[in-house]
């Protein structure tokens, strides 16, 4: 027996209320989402000048948008007048500028402030003063990614380095060129859970025998519990017999022509904190982006990425889609029938993780890094 009065096989989870008390979501909101890197879009959404998205990131709505030179740029979503919310729409396209719908205040793709009712009356107001204000913004690996802290962290260790520490190195994943793939699938999944469950379910795979037959087939060394992220730069071998990342095993796609013969045959995923998960096959990529909006809600948005020809030629994916499709909805349908259990009294305290979920131990101690909480 450990101090904590656990036997020595496990180790204790976040109690209960972490994942059920507003309070909790409202500091991760603040200390993770909103002072981390978030990936928010992919870039070929923004696919001209004036397409635009908007966001939820912690507790700040965000437009991210494309300029008339063709860069990224994202904004808080606040008219710098009186406040109001300047595009209310989830996505559209604006000609060149977007107006406020209360005073007509008008901004420049760029954020500038570009008119506004009797503004030639104010000769004394900067237009770059009371512009939008601005977010940081990187591109990597065709995704639009945020920052809303003031300084943010350096994206190469925090972003680039979860994939290193996975992988072993970035080529790795550079192999699969997933900024010039093309987005064949996009499948959005509103799941009552609170995002941690998710991210906990992901790096596990103590469950996958119980509830991804298909996922198994597939991936035989699943069966066993032992999750591909355990180890690095490992990635779980295909079965006998099993021509494709399909959900029959059926033959899949073109290979994308980087990925290495060593990597060939096999399925890496990788866990980009906080909000992102990876998985890489030969043939194409999928990628989830979580967006977490309540304590016990989180939408999860999941791209399917095939090699451009493969999309533009209209080619049948939907074997190929189906199998991670079904794995999402075995995962969340899990993660959803464990949310109302983190409210009752026997949780208070928490579960544990045996031996083969340890590395969630790591996750844990990060959030509680992350929130200032004293490690119990
Ligand atoms: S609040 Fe936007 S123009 Fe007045
Ligand atoms: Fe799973």
Not at 131 to 160: K, M, S, T
Request: proline share 6%; net charge negative.
């Amino acid at each position: 027996m450990t101090p904590t009065g656990l036997p020595d096989s496990l180790i204790a989870t976040l109690p209960g209320s972490a994942y059920t008390d507003p309070a909790v979501f409202t500091q991760e909101q603040e200390h993770i989402f909103e002072s981390l890197w978030f990936c928010a879009a992919r870039a070929s959404e923004l696919d001209k000048p004036g397409a635009f998205r908007t966001v939820d990131v912690g507790r700040e709505s965000i437009l991210v948008t494309r300029a008339r030179d063709h860069s990224i740029r994202a904004y808080f979503n606040v008219c710098r007048h009186r406040g109001a919310r300047l595009c209310t729409e989830e996505s559209g396209e604006v000609r060149r500028a977007f107006q406020c719908p209360y005073h007509a205040w008008t901004y420049g793709l760029d954020g500038k402030l570009v008119a506004a009712p009797n503004l030639t009356k104010m000769p004394d107001v900067s237009r770059t003063e009371y512009g939008l204000v601005d977010v940081h913004v990187r591109e990597w690996l065709g995704y639009v990614w945020l920052c809303l802290a003031e300084n943010p962290p350096p994206f190469e260790q925090a972003v680039i380095g979860d994939v290193v520490e996975r992988l072993g190195d970035v080529e790795s994943i550079e192999h699969y060129g997933i900024e010039d793939l093309k987005v064949g699938r996009r499948i959005t999944y509103d799941v009552k859970a609170n995002w941690k469950l998710i991210v906990e379910n992901f790096m596990e795979c103590y469950h996958c025998a119980t509830i991804h037959p298909e996922l198994t087939e597939v991936l035989p060394e699943f069966a066993d519990g032992y999750a591909a992220q355990y180890y690095v730069g490992h990635g779980a071998e295909f079965g006998d017999g099993i021509q494709g990342f399909t959900v029959d095993g059926s033959e899949g796609l073109d290979r994308i022509p980087g990925v290495a013969e060593d990597q060939d045959r096999r399925y890496y995923a990788i866990t980009v904190r906080p909000q992102v998960f990876v998985n890489l096959v030969p043939d194409h990529v999928i990628f989830h982006r979580m967006y977490p909006l309540a304590v016990d809600r989180t939408v999860v948005e999941c791209d399917w990425l095939y090699l451009p020809h493969v999309v533009e030629s209209g080619k049948d994916v939907s074997r190929s889609v189906e199998l991670f499709h079904r794995v999402n909805q075995q995962d969340f349908d899990a993660c959803e029938r464990t949310q109302p259990g983190m409210n009752s009294r026997t949780y208070a305290k928490g579960g544990v993780l045996v031996p083969s979920e340890h590395h969630i131990g790591a996750f844990h101690a990060w959030v509680n890094e992350r929130l200032g909480t004293p490690q119990g």
